[in-house]
């Protein structure tokens, strides 16, 4: 087996800053078809920010676990909207490694379903990072890629959990801010 060259920590490392997002996402179920542009803030946060406390206290885990948490902000706009309003979140995730290359995400909220969550990561030995979450109905894979130092590729699946069919798929090309790198 091969190591991978790149750890947890050089993976976010990699990602934090401002991205450029642009998303097709494919609804197969109903053959329907989206288009989005965001904005997309990646940073480090304190592992005793509020909210990182709050989802530490609600799976009953220790303050004091090794754990990289990062707050992820969005601005949106789709497609769908018939008018130029944008959409605005944020996530945070906290990541427990269990070495290097794997270990466990939590987030305040989900992706596919918008509840607190927990998830599995991997590094491959092409150094991308794989997320699989596993919600009531649904399971989300998603495989982020660095191109190259500015440019990341994400890939992802949401499946039906009782029949393992494909509802959606989405392909994302981020783009980041080099301007932000200056601030």
Do not use: C
Request: glycine share 2%; proline share 1%.
């Amino acid at each position: 087996m091969t190591k991978n060259l790149i750890t947890i920590n050089q993976f976010i490392d990699k990602s934090i800053g401002e991205w450029k997002s642009i998303r097709s996402t494919h609804t197969l179920a109903f053959q329907e078809f989206e288009n989005s542009i965001s904005k997309i803030y990646i940073k480090h946060i304190n592992s005793k920010n509020k909210k990182v406390v709050e989802v530490l206290k609600k799976y009953n885990l220790s303050l004091k676990l090794e754990a990289i948490p990062i707050s992820i902000k969005w601005q949106a706009t789709s497609d769908w909207e018939d008018d130029d309003t944008s959409e605005e979140d944020e996530t945070i995730l906290i990541f427990l490694p269990k070495d290097e290359d794997s270990g466990i995400v939590l987030r305040n909220k989900g992706y596919t379903e918008s509840s607190i969550t927990s998830s599995n990561y991997f590094i491959d030995e092409q150094n991308n990072l794989h997320i699989k979450t596993i919600y009531k109905s649904t399971v989300s894979e998603e495989r982020i890629s660095f191109l190259s130092t500015h440019i990341r590729s994400r890939f992802s699946t949401i499946r039906n959990q009782e029949n393992n069919s494909v509802i959606q798929t989405s392909h994302t090309s981020e783009i980041r801010n080099l301007a932000s790198l200056r601030d």
